[in-house]
């Protein structure tokens, strides 16, 4: 009897292994088909304009005349590039000095306060953020532009930067605080013990042990801000041409579909054409992942 107790015992806790086993291998295999859903689901959708258009052509003219059938998405990828390197480059140093400071200087309670202040903005709607930089920072910006003698409404690339540089700032340092808390403590004793400041220690022991994270963390920025939609789109003034100044207008890849996707499902082409920039945009954004994995790859294989 005890045998045949301890038999189903065993046979019934192998079935609840093999089938917990088998819906964790079906997550992971969904996780990791989805890209390819997507990006297949895109090249569909964009297939009709690919048929009428080269893609050198598609993507390096500055010509968009949709009901013409002249489809350039250069200003849009530039416009793109502009309001999102800027805006990491304005988030960054703000994140990594700001992380810094709550995990190595400030006490334990000023970190506490901080984290639910940084999931607030982090957890505010993007169109709060739009209607704040119309408020304040259009009307700054156009300031700025005064005294460079430069004529803008403020509507232009450094508005849309700096919005999305306070959006994407949460989401960087949130990583960035967790990044730094899992350094071994040992590490900054051994260094310190050693004579080095702890400026010393901060910059070249622990950053360095940090930089995978940091690389990470500003890769998932880039990523987020490439994405952005709402906010960017009512202050970077939605203007198509070919930016050469942050004082000038634009009009980035997500602003494009979000302004027009809706009323223009009707118009074949036209709906091919969003559908290719949503892939362009799919793309970049896969590009400068890959590019932040193989500089963490290359530099954990250096040390």
Request: glycine share 6%; with cysteine.
């Amino acid at each position: 009897m005890r045998t045949l107790v301890l038999t189903n015992f065993k046979l019934r806790r192998n079935l609840r292994e093999k089938l917990s086993t088998f819906w964790m291998k079906c997550c992971y295999v969904l996780v990791l088909a989805m890209p390819f859903v997507l990006l297949t689901g895109l090249l569909i959708k964009s297939s009709l304009l690919f048929g009428e258009k080269s893609l050198t052509e598609l993507i390096f003219s500055s010509e968009w005349k949709p009901m013409s059938g002249k489809f350039g998405f250069l200003p849009f990828i530039i416009s793109s590039l502009w309001v999102t390197f800027i805006s990491v480059i304005i988030a960054a140093p703000i994140c990594l000095l700001t992380a810094i400071y709550l995990t190595q200087y400030a006490r334990r309670v000023v970190l506490k306060i901080m984290q639910p202040v940084i999931d607030i903005l982090a957890g505010i709607p993007s169109v709060i953020y739009g209607v704040w930089g119309i408020i304040i920072i259009v009307p700054f910006v156009s300031k700025v532009a005064g005294w460079f003698n430069v004529h803008s409404s403020g509507y232009s690339i450094l508005a849309g930067a700096v919005v999305l540089a306070v959006m994407i700032i949460p989401f960087i340092l949130n990583i960035l605080i967790e990044v730094y808390r899992t350094i071994p403590i040992e590490l900054s004793e051994a260094s310190l013990s050693l004579g080095a400041t702890k400026w010393e220690t901060i910059k070249k022991v622990l950053t360095r042990k940090a930089f995978p994270g940091i690389i990470s963390s500003f890769g998932l920025g880039v990523s987020r801000a490439f994405g952005e939609t709402i906010a960017v789109l009512m202050v970077v003034g939605n203007v198509v041409h070919i930016p050469t100044g942050v004082f000038q207008a634009g009009y980035p890849l997500p602003a494009l579909i979000a302004n027009n996707y809706g009323e223009m499902l009707s118009i074949p082409m036209y709906d091919s054409a969003l559908m290719l920039a949503a892939l362009i945009l799919f793309i970049m954004v896969t590009i400068f992942n890959m590019g932040s994995r193989y500089i963490i790859i290359h530099y954990e294989k250096k040390i």
